[in-house]
């Protein structure tokens, strides 16, 4: 069926000087997208003004990482996040985002932005992508979205505690060869390859 989560299975790449941006307002509702963005998630201007953010919203993607994000931002947090989008013709692209909020000069916030760029992939594929499935079969199993999101935040809460770690600090110190993040044989090849660049 074609619906509206229709998935082609198809991975679209973001050239790695590409910056994707987008503007919302309090609620969400897109206020701003650039020409990146518009061309990856195959929109034009009109399709995405004042629709909510979730019209590209994938569905791999956990509901306990969006309630971190706006919990942050709300609070005029900056968060980053690894994301995947879902295109409009059901291919998806993963993304590194930054959020934050929007201020007047007066200190208010008025909206929030985000700006992504292309991920590290061995970040993606080896942790990433693991995270997140383990997040979304624990939310698939409650029988409401509330009882959903708790139970991704407690599953999260969990990895955090294991690895003794703040959220920020986990995702920034992810393929940074950190001794204390999660690190893999892969991502200590890399570590090494750089060092000898
Ligand atoms: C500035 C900003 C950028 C966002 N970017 C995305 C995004 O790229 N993809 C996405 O699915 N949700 C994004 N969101 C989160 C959505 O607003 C929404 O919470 C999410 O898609 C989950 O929607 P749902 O709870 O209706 O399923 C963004 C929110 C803000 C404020």
């Known amino acids: 069926m074609r619906g509206e989560r229709f998935l082609?299975?198809?991975?679209?790449?973001?050239?790695?000087?590409?910056?994707?941006?987008?503007?919302?307002?309090?609620?969400?509702?897109?206020?701003?997208?650039?020409?990146?963005?518009?061309?990856?998630?195959?929109?034009?201007?009109?399709?995405?003004?004042?629709?909510?953010?979730?019209?590209?919203?994938?569905?791999?993607?956990?509901?306990?990482?969006?309630?971190?994000?706006?919990?942050?931002?709300?609070a005029g947090d900056e968060i980053f996040a690894y994301i995947i989008n879902r295109a409009m013709n059901g291919d998806h692209y993963w993304v590194y985002a930054h959020v934050t909020a929007t201020r007047n000069r007066a200190g208010d916030i008025i909206g929030y932005h985000s700006n992504r760029r292309a991920p590290d992939r061995a970040i993606v594929?080896?942790?990433?992508?693991?995270?997140?499935?383990?997040?979304?079969?624990?939310?698939?199993?409650?029988?409401n979205g509330k009882q959903a999101v708790e139970a991704g935040c407690e599953a999260l809460d969990s990895v955090l505690r294991e690895k003794g770690m703040e959220y920020d600090e986990f995702i920034m110190t992810l393929g940074q060869g950190s001794r204390r993040g999660y690190r893999t044989g892969r991502e200590a090849d890399l570590g090494q390859a750089d060092c000898q660049a």
């Open 125 to 143: 594929d080896d942790l990433i992508v693991p995270l997140y499935a383990r997040l979304r079969h624990v939310e698939r199993e409650p029988k």
């Open 8 to 74: 082609t299975g198809n991975e679209r790449f973001l050239a790695l000087d590409d910056i994707i941006v987008s503007k919302t307002d309090l609620t969400g509702r897109i206020t701003y997208a650039n020409r990146t963005f518009l061309k990856i998630a195959g929109l034009t201007e009109k399709d995405c003004m004042r629709q909510p953010h979730s019209l590209i919203r994938h569905p791999d993607m956990p509901r306990s990482i969006f309630k971190r994000i706006w919990t942050a931002i709300e």
